[in-house]
């Protein structure tokens, strides 16, 4: 009787994990595109003398399994400019598809 309670337990605890950390995902995906994931991006860069922009960057959901298997995942950048320390456009580029291997970025490595 015991035994069988506590598996109960356990398979309703793995079904909420399973349930939250799907909601997560599914948030990420739908609400971290584009012009909020650019912002997030371009509030995080470090001080230069010039100016890096990016209006908006799109990802696809494999990028969490190639963020595990440390693999690169296509990404898609629109409105790169880059400014020089005068103002002067260096980079204007309206639609850029690139490979990025995340873990290294995000664990402060860079590429």
Known sequence: ???RRSVRILAYVTAGLVTLV???ILAAILF???ERLAGIVNGVLPEMKGKIAFKAIGWKPRLL????ADRPTPMVVEGLLITDPEGTTVLDVPRLEV???LGPLLS???P
């Open 99 to 101: 490979s990025v291997r």
């Open 1 to 3: 009787m015991l035994r």
């Open 65 to 68: 399994v190639d963020l595990v």
């Open 108 to 110: 402060g490595g860079g």
């Open 32 to 34: 971290v595109q584009g």
């Open 22 to 24: 799907g909601g997560v």
